[in-house]
Structure formats: C-alpha cells, structure tokens
C-alpha cells in the first residue's frame, strides 16, 4: 500500500522531486536571463537615474478624485489617432431633475390623454431618489429589482414598497436573474430613469385604489409613450426653448477638446440626435469658449447625426450628406466620403472605418450609453471606448463625506472575520476536547487539566460568539446608514450588498476608461498612457508570487469584449 502523504510534504511531481510536467525546469536561454537579472541590478543601482525620477515634477494642478479619468483597461492615448463623442449625456451634460422632471411629466399627460389611463395618474409626482442607473423591472411581476454581478436580486420592490421577504425569495432569491428573458427590461441609461419611476407609481396608485394592474401592458404602454416624447422632438422642443435650465455649460469642454486635438487627435461627434437639435446644443456648449474656434463645427473633423445607434454598430445603412443651410438639415444624397466641414446622418461602422481610414484600436469612443454607446461598439469593433458616467462625482463626494463612518464599518469587518474564524476553531478545539474527556482513559491529573482547559475554551468562545454578533449588528446597521445616506431605496449605485452591482459590473466589463465627463481628460496629457492594475486571482491575493510578475493589467479590449 501507498503510505499516507503528509499535507506538509511536497505534491509528488512537484519542483522538489522529478516533476510530472518538467516545464519549470527547462528555460530556453538561461544565459540571456542571466544577464538580464545583471542589467536589473544595474539598472536599479543607478543613482543619477534614481535621482533622476524622484525630483519633483512641475506642479499640477489639484484634481479632485471625483474628476479623474478611471482605467478598466490600459490604454494609451499615443495610439489613438481619432476620438469620437456622443452627444446627450456626454458632450452634453444635463441638469438631471429638471429633465427627468419635464420628461415624467410630459409621458404622464400623454398616458392619461391617448392611451386612457385615469386622470388621477396625471398627478403622480416625481421621486427622483427611487430610481438609478442599473434596475430592472420585472414586467410579469410588477417588480422593480437591483442585482448584484452575479445575476443576484440584493433589493427588490413593488409598487413604491419592498417586497415581502417570502415573496422576494420565492422569485428571485433561490434563481439567477437573466435579463435576456423578455420578462425583464433592463433600466441603463439616464433617459429610462422617469420611466421606471413612473412604472413604480402607477402600480402602487392603481393598487392602492383596489384596481387590477396588467404589469407588462402598463411598461409598454410607458416605454411608447416616452419613446413617443422623445422622437416627436416634443421633448427637446421644450429644452431648446431654456438650454440653459436644462444643460450645464462646462467652461472645460471647449480646452479639453483643443487640447485633444493639439496632441494630434482627429475629433468626430457621433449622435442619434438629429442635425437641428444637435445643432442648438452643440451652439450652446461650445461657441464662444475658446477663439480658435469661431463655430463648435471647427472642433470636429466628422459630424454625424441621426446614427441609429446601436444599430450603427451592426447595420449596413449609408451615410447621407445634409444640407445645413437651413434648420431642418435635408438629406441632399448618399455619401461618398466624410469632409470636415459637413454634416451627415445615418451610416455604419464598417463605411466609418473606411472612408475615415482609421479603425479598430486607433479609435476612442466616448459615451454615456452602456448598451448603445459602449457594449454594442466593443462587441462590434476593437474601438477602444470611454463610458461618461456622471453620478460618479456624486458617489465619490458623498462616500468622502462618511470617511469615519466607512473607516470605522472596515475595521469592524476585519474584526467580524476573525471572530468568525476564531468561533471555528474554538468550536473544533472544544469537540476535540470533549471527545478525549469522554473516550479517552486519562489520569485523575490529566482529567483536571483537560476540564481546566474545556472550561476555559467554552468561556472563550462563549465571549466571542457574543462579540460575532454584536459586530455583526454593527456591521449591518452602519452599511445601512452609510447606503441610505446616498439613496435611501437602492444604496449606493456601483455596490450591491458586498459584490459590485450589475450597473457597475457592466462599467467594468465593457469600457476601457470612465469618468464623470468629457472635460476631465483636459487634467491628462493627450498622450498619457492610462494604467490599470492587474487583475489578480486568490492564490496571488493570498501571496503567491506570480501577482508580482507584473503590476499593471493589459492593453487587450475588456473582459467582456467577446461575450455574447
């Protein structure tokens, strides 16, 4: 028989013994190692250079952490050639309540009058605190969710109320949420949040009057008609009339973009807004702010509007030069090129490619959409791209504010899981010793040792088991207010419970860089190399070595560029 192994002895085949792969022990040119080991340490005992790289650089100026760019994956902007933006939400700004507002309102009168929902709808009001970026709803169940990475429901409410518990983990707890059943609709761009508000307070209205609510029929009745406020242009009829109630004029947008182009980028403005909208807004933005350029057209090598993003992605559709002579932008033919000093709508990425003569990592795209703007081009193409996510400055403000608060809820959980480690050794150190007490024969002295130490093992335990629990109340209550300081529905917007939340999951899977706004790259050098850290498994977290190979992550598209 083989003799026992001892877990302290190494795996058969392992480098102390004649290993079963022999691949550790082959090198292909140790001499060429050895004298790059040589060049290291001269390298790192050259004192000039030493001296060299720890001088002060030329003072920067403060940016504070709410406005720096984020990197997912590396990427330097000396490779890329050409930048392109979307407009609403990136270029474009929006004061948030005042449109989200306008727009709740506007669907609600249009729901009351064509699609004959009682008068009393019309007077829902608005809670801007009950929606963000990242739900679900739940168009069988009239459910509003927030899921975690993993697909997993961490808060969940019907009408404007949380679900019961028995009810939530009936439906949600004990299976993965998978949003490309049409049962869900996933809520991911600022334009959806009235949307789900509005779905939320027609249920808990109609519910609370004792009325029946077909859930699916009431989403697509609000989706239409919203859709419906949005592509009448009724909507941006009333933001043209008061661009500045509604669009926040950035004094940085207009040096951020020159500076872009002063590193030796190619700008194009990438749109679904059509010409005479984008027009106004891009009028309001950027003329005026730097004398280089007497027209924001001068910023832009290419202009596209009406894109039909994400089909632009995906489709085949031509370009279509227009005729900005007039407001209304006619289409005058197909395109056979992209000039700067024209505009255009429609097209498609691959005739993008083509006729710019740029392509795949040559090219950064900048937008607000995770779907439309971000996930459809990384699936699409290898552009490289920038998601603008202005809540951010939001959270990373509001999470400074409770620094004592988050410092103190860390120290606790360290504690909670060394308790709870603590708590499992004692429990088996305590089996153990009642085990020996009663099968073991021992000697009247070794018996009161054994009992000495029984008694002394449970009191300890006992005591930690009181301080487990205390600290996980403690734990729990302070997560809770540090969340419900941010929103006091759905906690903060890129965490769900201890794992990152679906919205933030999605950040991190498909663009390259995030950032509050499009201005933030003027605190950058256009040619700056944006470095991530490396992704590391537990056996690196825990210590092994090969986490220590290399600090910074890779330059390949994000992790999620090949998913279907």
Not at 203 to 217: A, N, P, W
């Amino acid at each position: 028989m083989a003799p026992t192994l001892s877990p302290f002895r190494p795996i058969p085949g392992g480098p102390l013994q004649d290993p079963l792969h022999g691949s550790f022990r082959s090198p292909l040119n140790r001499a060429r190692a050895e004298d790059a080991s040589r060049r290291a340490h001269e390298l790192l005992a050259d004192e000039g250079l030493t001296r060299l790289l720890t001088l002060p650089r030329e003072r920067r100026d403060f940016v504070p952490r709410a406005r720096e760019v984020f990197v997912n994956r590396n990427l330097r902007m000396s490779s890329i050639e050409m930048v392109g933006f979307d407009m609403d939400y990136t270029l474009a700004i929006y004061h948030m309540r005042r449109l989200e507002q306008l727009s709740f309102d506007m669907t609600l009168a249009k729901l009351v009058s064509e699609y004959g929902y009682p008068p009393v709808v019309g007077g829902l009001l608005y809670d801007h605190h009950f929606v963000m970026r990242g739900l679900a709803v739940d168009r069988v169940n009239g459910n509003i969710l927030k899921m975690d990475r993993f697909g997993h429901v961490g808060r969940a409410f019907h009408g404007l109320r949380p679900l019961k518990p028995e009810v939530w983990r009936e439906l949600y707890r004990h299976k993965r949420v998978r949003l490309r059943n049409p049962q869900f609709a996933w809520n991911d761009t600022l334009f959806a949040l009235p949307e789900t508000c509005m779905f939320a307070g027609i249920i808990e209205l109609l519910e609370s009057l004792g009325q029946r609510v077909d859930y699916g029929k009431l989403y697509d009745d609000i989706r239409e008609a919203i859709d419906t406020v949005h592509r009448d242009n009724s909507l941006k009829r009333e933001v043209r009339k008061d661009l500045g109630r509604y669009v926040f004029q950035d004094p940085e947008l207009g040096p951020a973009l020159h500076k872009l182009r002063s590193g030796g980028k190619r700008l194009f403005l990438l749109t679904n807004s059509a010409w005479d909208y984008t027009d106004a807004v891009m009028k309001y933005l950027l003329d005026g702010q730097l004398a280089e350029y007497p027209s924001w057209r001068n910023y832009f090598d290419v202009v596209v509007t009406a894109a039909g993003k994400p089909g632009f992605f995906t489709e085949g559709r031509p370009f279509l030069e227009l005729d900005v002579s007039t407001e209304a932008g006619p289409a005058v033919g197909e395109a056979t090129s992209l000039d700067r000093g024209k505009v255009y709508s429609g097209g498609n990425l691959a005739r993008f490619e083509e006729l710019t003569g740029y392509r795949g990592e040559n090219i950064l795209y900048v937008g607000d959409h995770i779907y439309g703007d971000i996930l459809k081009s990384k699936k699409s193409s290898l552009w490289r791209t920038c998601m603008v996510v202005q809540e951010i400055e939001d959270e990373i403000i509001y999470t400074d504010s409770r620094q004592v608060e988050i410092g103190t809820l860390s120290q606790v959980e360290v504690v909670r899981e060394r308790l709870d480690d603590e708590v499992n050794h004692h429990k088996t150190l305590l089996n153990t010793l009642e085990r020996r007490l009663e099968r073991e024969p021992l000697s009247a002295e070794e018996r009161k040792e054994a009992e000495e130490l029984r008694r002394q093992t449970k009191a300890e335990l006992d005591r930690m088991r009181r301080a487990l629990k205390n600290a996980n109340d403690i734990a729990d209550t302070l997560e809770e207010d540090v969340e419900e300081g941010f929103n006091p529905y759905w906690g903060l917007l890129f965490k769900e419970g201890n794992e990152n939340s679906r919205f933030g999951y999605q950040v991190e899977q498909y663009a390259c860089l995030y950032t509050s706004r499009v201005s933030n790259f003027l605190h950058h050098s256009p040619m700056q190399y944006y470095r991530s850290p490396r992704d590391k498994m537990a056996h690196e977290q825990a210590g092994a070595l090969s986490a220590r190979l290399s600090p910074m992550g890779g330059e390949g598209p994000p992790k999620g560029a090949g998913k279907d």
